[in-house]
């Protein structure tokens, strides 16, 4: 069918003549129609006031109505009906939304709530009024381009002369037919500093601001076009090491939504928390209570994780420029808004200085009319008709005429007629020399301005930011998000079982062979005897194959995780070793780290976590020749290379058994350790107290509250006591001074010693009665230490003890040396006057600067200063000051 006959065909049969319509015709053109209406007439702003329709509407309909005094909102949504061709309910929440950005409508009422997503009261409850911000920056009729209703009773503005980037500063969410527009509110303050810098041909930068506050990834931005992304977190904070607090929540949340979100993952067993308390009023607090033995940091990483304490925006700027939508970024945006208020203000200045103008133009002729007392000459009284009259005045100023800015109408001369004698009476000279005067000054002001109408722009952008900008900083915090692997963060929420016999695996198998902990999104590496492996989801019961080696949680882009391996090669019986890393693989491809040679086996695995190497002790098997039945190879020598390599030839005689004669240390670089205070367990995730960087025999150092130190390797599975005082990296040429209460003799005692121990063993260094009390500790190398006496001693001068004079350094088995033969009333220790490289508080800032997390509850000692009360008895409530 041609083109032409696509809407209608004629259709006759038999004498009947009928017409037939397409619908496909209908639809392309209605279609369309009602698209580009959606697009112009509601869902998109217009770049010249950054509005959409219904927002231009109501805002002209409150200036209609201003007074001064607030006024119902159901009154201004039927005010607005009138320029409107929408519902009432349309109307309303659009004002609802403008009141809640606090920018333009000053609102009086229950409006609502963003945080707690609370609606706002019946618009005939609350009311509103323009905020003197929007009547400064939003109206000038004298500039604004006009045009019918649409039932052409009333004119309303095409657009208003906003003399301000409102669109950046209020953002926009709409979805029209066939495309969209999104961007984010934008801070009022860096909004004007931005104009500023723009028109001072400066660069500058644009990034959203969001009522809500929170903290945000501007990385992917792209200037608010499509294909950007925004990373948007809740603030949360540490309450305590059991409760975490979150005050600040993403744009586009609610502290509802917040909190489903959070019990949905806890059913899921994604995260692990005992309630939620919302205790949201003006701000923001909602109570995280953790579990017993659950990490708050790890929980932190969690809760960004896996629940709407993390959101990603995509923004989409899309505006109407000359009737059409236009996809530009912010920065273009913010540019062209500039623009247009320097031609605003400099509209405004021309309008004002035609009217300046005008008012010297009459001033001047009023005082010639006045001053050569025109009003009473003969003729002019005599004057037949108007005519004449008009004449006479206009050949008596004659005279004047080359002086003046423009020509005399006939206009001017009725307008001098109609001047009172009331008027003429009181006329004064000096007053109207003046009043000229002036008009000329401010004429010159005005074109001052226009020569210089950026500057003038600028000041007036300084004028908005000094006079509104007080309230308006940013609330949303910029920064830069590393990315949190869910496999690392998530409650290891299910127990792994395989059933080596039968050759499955799962989450299932209560009775069968416990494995490890793990969680359900975590992948399994499975190695078996024939040098085949491979990684699988966790999953309820699985057949993985017979001659399982070994099986455990897959770590993807895990390098320091090593797996020493020797093996026999089927075809030639050589034994081949290697040492190789996985790191990431296809999930559910098997792959082999043997030549893959029929026959071929493992016949020594291992696998370790900090790349730690192996002594092996080889024993051959005899035959004719062979003198060397026994050697030793130490796998340490051998490079870590990738899992593909063929490995180095062990031997080519074959093999009786293979043992592990010594447990090497790791071959890898240092690796760094953090302590978490809350589950009391070491890790490589930076969570919690930094320690330092291991590396070989390296230790860490802990002293405990109790009175009572021991040294620990960095194996991240090692448990540790309650009540610690310090964990750190052991450091054996620092030494430790210490004052305890001896309950045996009931003084106090001062000690000093270097540790060096074995580790793994529990030492007691303040003696063995188990009412003896720890009082402080310090690295410091020359402490210094200021007693204050009490009870029958209290008159007594204070006394200021130089540690390493008093005594010198022992065994940690020595008792120690008594600090004084007085009642001892408080102990204070005091900055030391000789300083030491190597003390705590030069170590302390260097890890606190490296490791960047606070240290509270897992190091408790204030080297300065620290004060010490001494109970006088027993009966006086002697106890722990820990």
């Not at 500039?143 to 301000?164: I, M, N």
Request: net charge negative; with cysteine; hydrophobic share 35%.
């Amino acid at each position: 069918m041609s083109e032409e006959n696509l809407d209608h065909e004629e259709i006759q049969d038999d004498n009947i003549k009928e017409e037939v319509t397409y619908l496909s015709g209908m639809y392309r053109d209605w279609f369309l129609d009602y698209a580009s209406y959606v697009i112009l007439e509601r869902a998109v702003p217009y770049i010249n006031d950054g509005l959409k329709p219904v927002q231009r509407r109501i805002m002209h309909a409150m200036r209609e109505m201003d007074d001064g005094r607030y006024n119902k909102v159901a009154n201004i949504i039927g005010q607005t009906m009138q320029y409107h061709p929408h519902g009432d309910a349309s109307i309303g929440d659009a004002i609802v939304q403008i009141g809640q950005k606090e920018l333009l409508i000053d609102s009086q009422g229950n409006w609502g709530n963003i945080l707690t997503g609370d609606g706002a009261a019946a618009p005939r409850y609350i009311e509103a009024r323009l905020t003197k911000f929007a009547l400064e920056v939003l109206f000038n009729p004298k500039t604004t381009e006009w045009k019918l209703s649409y039932d052409g009773r009333k004119k309303e503005p095409v657009t208003l002369p906003v003399k301000f980037p409102l669109l950046l500063a209020q953002g926009v969410d709409g979805i029209a037919v066939g495309l969209a527009s999104k961007m984010f509110p934008h801070n009022f303050i860096e909004l004007i500093d931005a104009s500023i810098a723009y028109l001072r041909g400066k660069n500058f930068e644009l990034y959203p601001d969001f009522p809500t506050g929170g903290s945000a990834d501007f990385s992917k931005y792209n200037d608010g076009l499509r294909g950007g992304s925004v990373k948007v977190r809740a603030k949360i904070e540490k309450r305590d090491n059991k409760t975490l607090v979150i005050n600040e929540v993403p744009y586009g949340k609610t502290t509802s939504t917040l909190i489903e979100s959070i019990i949905k993952a806890n059913d899921k067993g994604k995260i692990k928390i005992k309630k939620i308390d919302d205790n949201t009023a003006a701000d923001v607090e909602i109570l995280v209570h953790l579990a017993a033995g659950v990490s708050s940091d790890k929980t932190i990483d969690a809760l960004y994780a896996f629940t709407d304490c993390e959101v990603s925006l995509s923004p989409n700027a899309c505006i109407i420029e000359n009737d059409k939508p236009h996809f530009i970024g912010v920065s273009e945006i913010l540019k062209r808004s500039a623009d247009s208020t320097k031609d605003l203000l400099k509209l405004e200045l021309e309008i004002r200085k035609s009217e300046l103008e005008e008012q010297w133009h009459f001033s001047s002729l009023e005082k010639i009319f006045i001053e050569e007392r025109i009003y009473k000459d003969k003729k002019f009284e005599d004057a037949e008709n108007m005519d004449q009259a008009v004449a006479h005045i206009d050949n008596r100023l004659e005279p004047w005429k080359p002086k003046l800015k423009r020509d005399v109408t006939r206009e001017d001369i009725l307008k001098l007629m109609e001047i009172r004698m009331a008027r003429i009476l009181k006329f004064n000279k000096d007053k109207a020399n003046d009043l000229l005067k002036s008009i000329e000054d401010e004429i010159a002001e005005v074109e001052h301005n226009i020569e210089n109408i950026v500057d003038f722009t600028i000041a007036w952008f300084k004028h908005l930011k000094q006079k509104y900008g007080k309230g308006k900083e940013r609330k949303t915090e910029i920064r830069s998000f590393e990315n949190i692997v869910a496999a690392k963060v998530v409650v290891k929420n299910e127990k792994l079982y395989v059933d080596r016999k039968e050759g499955f695996m799962g989450t299932s198998l209560k009775k069968a062979e416990f494995v490890c902990d793990c969680s359900d999104i975590d992948d399994i590496i499975i190695f078996r005897r024939d040098g085949s492996y491979y990684i699988t989801k966790v999953t309820d019961k699985a057949f993985i194959g017979k001659n399982i080696l070994h099986l455990a949680v897959f770590k993807k882009s895990d390098k320091r995780t090593i797996y020493n391996v020797v093996y026999k090669d089927g075809e030639t019986g050589f034994y081949y070793m290697k040492r190789f890393f996985v790191t990431g693989v296809t999930r559910d491809k098997e792959y082999n780290l043997t030549k893959e040679t029929k026959g071929s086996r493992i016949v020594y695995f291992s696998a370790n976590p900090n790349g730690e190497a192996e002594v092996l002790r080889i024993v051959l098997k005899p035959k004719p020749r062979l003198k060397k039945l026994i050697f030793e190879e130490d796998l340490g020598e051998l490079a870590i290379k990738g899992r593909q390599s063929m490995g180095n030839i062990l031997t080519k005689n074959e093999v009786h058994k293979i043992t592990l004669k010594e447990k090497g240390v790791s071959t890898l670089g240092g690796r760094k350790i953090w302590f978490d205070p809350d589950v009391l367990r070491l890790n490589a995730d930076s969570r919690g107290k930094y320690l330092g960087e291991f590396t070989g025999e390296d230790q860490i150092l802990v002293i405990y509250k109790s009175g009572d130190f021991q040294l620990y390797n960095y194996d991240l599975s090692n448990h540790f006591q309650q009540d610690i005082l310090v964990i750190e990296k052991f450091d054996r040429r620092k030494i430790l001074s210490v004052v305890y209460f001896d309950a045996d003799q009931d003084y106090y005692y001062v000690k000093r010693f270097e540790i060096d121990e074995p580790e793994g063993k529990l030492i007691r260094f303040i003696g063995d009665n188990k009412d003896n009390r720890l009082v402080s500790i310090t690295w410091v190398h020359y402490p210094r230490l200021e007693l204050t006496f009490g009870g029958k001693n209290a008159e007594r001068e204070n006394e200021i003890i130089e540690v390493a004079e008093f005594i010198g350094v022992k065994s940690w088995k020595a008792k120690g040396k008594r600090l004084s033969n007085y009642d001892v009333n408080k102990i204070i220790e005091i900055e030391p006057t000789i300083k030491d490289d190597y003390d705590h508080h030069e170590d302390e800032s260097e890890r606190d600067e490296e490791g960047g997390v606070d240290d509270n509850a897992v190091d408790n000692t204030d080297d300065i200063p620290m004060e010490i009360n001494r109970p006088k008895n027993e009966d006086d409530g002697q106890g722990s000051l820990f």
